[in-house]
Every structure is written in structure tokens, then in C-alpha cells.
């Protein structure tokens, strides 16, 4: 499992502060002064990770053993490219032989072994552009797509639900039998009908919640492991059944 980082130097121990003059809100003085005290950023900066989000699929893969060499990986909603950075490791993704393709609405730099859509997810043409450029179907569909906050919490709410709701769709009609599905969604959050869908497809389903994911966040992951496979794929996963964890 993932150690929370210790933090590294004398100078890490001291916490930053940001002085009130600087005219910025108070909301937004607070978010800075937790994001430099952050010691998941200072360990994504010493390591070269796109982002402190990297922190959260490294600790959950570590757990449950989803990015196995080889594996084909979709990751939705990819930018700034943390999730691409541990997929392509883990999977052993290279510019010649991708295996991990993302898709985000927002431009990012290149992560080398990934191919990376610039597009909507939601667009109707997302999913076969997707297929189209992995070249077969995925054994992993990740999402960690969020809906831009708007600060009324309700509708952040649905539309982050949204989006896990039709990655779920996505990752139900494309899987390989026997793969998995990892999404972002929130506490309290998954509706019932999306799990029971979720508990009947795959062998098992968790929530989980990183340490590496704020604690005062509502942020939770919902991981379906184990795709039982479409009535029509003559592969169906042949699995002995895993006990499923209720919420
Ligand atoms: C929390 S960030 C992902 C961080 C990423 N996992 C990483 O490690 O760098 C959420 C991303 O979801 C993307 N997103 C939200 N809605 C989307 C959509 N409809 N289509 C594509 N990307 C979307 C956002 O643009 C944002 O970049």
C-alpha cells in the first residue's frame, strides 16, 4: 500500500503560509496555503508526476492489482496526465506498441507510451475514436473525469455522477472479459441503480478511498473488478465468484 509521503527537508517541515495582503479571496488563500503544505504535490514535483492524482491510481493499483504488463488501458479524462504516467509504467506502454489511450476535453503534454484524444468524452463519436486508436478492446477502463466545479455543490454533484454513470456504460460495452473498471465518484454518491448494474457485471465491486485523496474531500472511487463479460462474447470470464463488498 501507499505510505503517505514523509515530508522531505527542513525547509518541507515548515508550513507555508500566504500572507492575506496579496488580495486574494479567502477561499482561494486557503487552497494555496493547503496545496503548498501538500506533501503529495512536493512528492509529485521530486518525481516528475503530472499530478498529485498519480498518488491515488499508484495506491489503488498497489491494492488491487489492475495494471498488469501488457494490459490495455483506457483512462477518461487524462489531462494533466498522472493516471497516463502510472498506466503506461505499470502496463509497459511504449511509443511504438501503445497500450494506454486517454481522452480529455483539455490539451496536455505528451506522456510518452500514451496516445491522448483532445475531445469530449460525452461527444457521440468519443467511444469509437477511443477503440478505434487502443486497436482492441481494453482489459482496464479508467476515469478519473470530473466535472468543472461550479460552487453549488448539488450540481457538481450530478454532473460528476454523470460522467461516471456513462463511463460505466462505456466500460460495460468494451471491457475484455475479466477486466476491470475504476471511476471518481462521491461519497454518498454512486446511485443504486449504477451499483446493482456494476454488482450483476463484474465479480466484485469496492469503494475505496486513497489516502493519497483528501480526507476532507468527498471524492470516492468505485472499482468493479473482474467484467463477467457480454452475453454475446464467446469468452465469457470463466472466474470462481469473489465475495462483493457492500458499501
Ligand atoms: C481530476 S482531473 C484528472 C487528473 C488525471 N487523472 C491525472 O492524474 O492527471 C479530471 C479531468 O477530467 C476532465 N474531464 C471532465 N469532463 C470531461 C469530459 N466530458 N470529457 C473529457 N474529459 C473530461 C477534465 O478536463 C480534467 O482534466
Redesign the pocket.
Known amino acids: 500500500m501507499t505510505k503517505k509521503p514523509a515530508s522531505k527537508g527542513g525547509a518541507r517541515a515548515l508550513k507555508t503560509r500566504v500572507k492575506k495582503k496579496r488580495g486574494l479571496k479567502n477561499s482561494s488563500r486557503r487552497w494555496l496555503e493547503r496545496h503548498l503544505n501538500d506533501p503529495y504535490v512536493h512528492r509529485a514535483q521530486a518525481e516528475g508526476m503530472?499530478?498529485r492524482?498519480?498518488y491515488k491510481?499508484t495506491e489503488i493499483d498497489d491494492r488491487y492489482k489492475l495494471l498488469k504488463p501488457g494490459a490495455r488501458v483506457i483512462?477518461?479524462?487524462?489531462?494533466?496526465?498522472?493516471?497516463?504516467q502510472v498506466a503506461v509504467e505499470r502496463v509497459g506502454s511504449t511509443e511504438e506498441a501503445p497500450l494506454v489511450v486517454g481522452?480529455?476535453?483539455?490539451g496536455m503534454d505528451p506522456v510518452p507510451g500514451a496516445v491522448v484524444l483532445e475531445?469530449?468524452?460525452?461527444d457521440d463519436d468519443a467511444p469509437d475514436r477511443l477503440m478505434e486508436t487502443l486497436g482492441d478492446a481494453p482489459d482496464v477502463v479508467l476515469s478519473?473525469?470530473?466535472?468543472?466545479t461550479t460552487g453549488h455543490r448539488r450540481t457538481d454533484h450530478i454532473r460528476t455522477m454523470h460522467?461516471c454513470e456513462t463511463a460505466a456504460d462505456f466500460a460495460m460495452s468494451v471491457l475484455k472479459p475479466g477486466g476491470h473498471f475504476l471511476a471518481?465518484t462521491f461519497q454518498g454518491g454512486a446511485e443504486n441503480s449504477l451499483l446493482e448494474q456494476l454488482k450483476k457485471n463484474f465479480r466484485s465491486v469496492h469503494h475505496v478511498k486513497p489516502q493519497a485523496s483528501r480526507a476532507e474531500s468527498v471524492e470516492l472511487y468505485l472499482l468493479a473488478k473482474d467484467f463477467k463479460g457480454r452475453p454475446d462474447d464467446d469468452d465469457v470470464a470463466d472466474h470462481p465468484d469473489e465475495e462483493t463488498v457492500p458499501r
Do not use: H, N, V
Not at 483512462?75 to 497516463?84: E, I, N, R
Not at 478519473?144 to 468543472?148: E, G, N, S
Open positions: 503530472r499530478s492524482a498519480a491510481l483512462d477518461l479524462g487524462a489531462a494533466p496526465g498522472g493516471w497516463c481522452i480529455d476535453y483539455l475531445m469530449d468524452f460525452l478519473d473525469m470530473a466535472a468543472p460522467l471518481k
